[in-house]
C-alpha cells in the first residue's frame, strides 16, 4: 500500500515531463513583437526632441528661392538704409552707376586749376671769388705742380675760429668744389655755414701778400684779426650764459 502512494506521484507526473521535454526538442517558433508597444516608444522619442528644440531660440530659418523670406522685425526695420544695412548686391553686377551727361554739358570747357607757384628763395653761394682772386688761382693752376687751395676753418684764437688755407693736391670725396671762371676751390664742409655768403679776395701790401674774406656771418672777432666768432656762435654762449645764471 505504501509503495503505491510512492509510485503514484511519479506516474501523474511523468506525460507533463514529457510533454515539455518534447516541447524544448522543437524548434522555438519567432517571438511576435508588438506594434502597440514599438509605436508608443518611437513617439516618445519624437516628443522629447520637439520639447527640447522649443526650449532654443529660433535664430534662423531656411527658406528656397521660391518662397519669400521672413518680413524683418520691428527692430531691423527702423535701421536705416545704409551701407552696411544695404542690400546685398548681386554677383555680377559690378559696374558703376550710368551718369546722364547731355551733349551740350560735356562740349563746355571746364576752366583748368591754376598750379600753386612757390616763390623759392636762391641758395646763396658758398663763397664768391674777386677778379685778383680768381687770377692768383689760375695762376697757381698753371704752375707745372699744380695745386689747389682747400678752405677750413680751425678751433683757434682769442675769438674760437679761424681760417684755415692749405694746398692739397686732390681733394676728399666729403670737400665742397666751388668752380668760378675756370678755377677751383675746396670748401671743407664743416666751415660751410661759417663762411657762406663770404667774398674771398687777394690782397698784397709791403709786408705781405694774402687772401682775406669779407664774411657776412661773423658777430665778434679779436684786435688782431686772427679769429672770428659767428652769429649762431654768439647767440649760442649768451643762452649758456643765461642758463647758468638761472635767468
Not at 30 to 49: E, K, M, T
Not at 168 to 175: F, P
Amino acid at each position: 500500500m505504501s509503495l503505491q502512494r510512492a509510485v503514484a506521484p511519479l506516474t501523474s507526473s511523468a506525460p507533463i515531463i514529457l510533454r515539455f521535454a518534447f516541447a524544448s526538442s522543437q524548434p522555438s517558433a519567432p517571438l511576435r513583437q508588438c506594434s502597440h508597444i514599438i509605436r508608443q516608444f518611437s513617439s516618445s522619442r519624437v516628443a522629447g526632441a520637439e520639447a527640447k528644440r522649443k526650449m532654443q531660440t529660433s535664430t534662423w530659418q531656411t527658406y528656397t528661392l521660391s518662397t519669400p523670406p521672413p518680413p524683418p522685425s520691428a527692430r531691423e526695420a527702423a535701421l536705416p538704409e545704409t551701407s552696411i544695412t544695404g542690400d546685398i548686391p548681386q554677383v555680377h553686377d559690378t559696374r558703376p552707376p550710368s551718369i546722364a551727361v547731355t551733349e551740350a554739358e560735356a562740349q563746355k570747357s571746364k576752366p583748368v586749376k591754376k598750379r600753386r607757384q612757390f616763390n623759392f628763395v636762391p641758395l646763396k653761394k658758398t663763397i664768391t671769388l674777386t677778379p685778383r682772386a680768381v687770377e692768383v688761382l689760375r695762376d697757381l693752376s698753371n704752375q707745372p705742380e699744380a695745386k689747389l687751395i682747400k678752405i677750413s676753418v680751425a678751433a683757434r684764437g682769442c675769438s674760437g675760429s679761424a681760417y684755415d688755407l692749405k694746398y692739397v693736391e686732390k681733394g676728399a670725396l666729403s670737400d665742397i668744389v666751388h668752380e668760378q671762371d675756370g678755377v677751383k676751390v675746396l670748401i671743407d664742409p664743416t666751415a660751410q655755414l661759417k663762411i657762406i655768403g663770404s667774398t674771398m679776395d687777394w690782397v698784397e701790401d709791403r709786408l705781405s701778400a694774402k687772401f682775406v674774406f669779407d664774411n657776412p656771418n661773423i658777430d665778434k672777432s679779436c684786435g688782431c684779426g686772427e679769429s672770428f666768432m659767428t652769429k649762431d656762435e654768439s647767440a649760442a654762449r649768451e643762452a649758456e650764459k643765461r642758463a647758468s645764471k638761472g635767468l
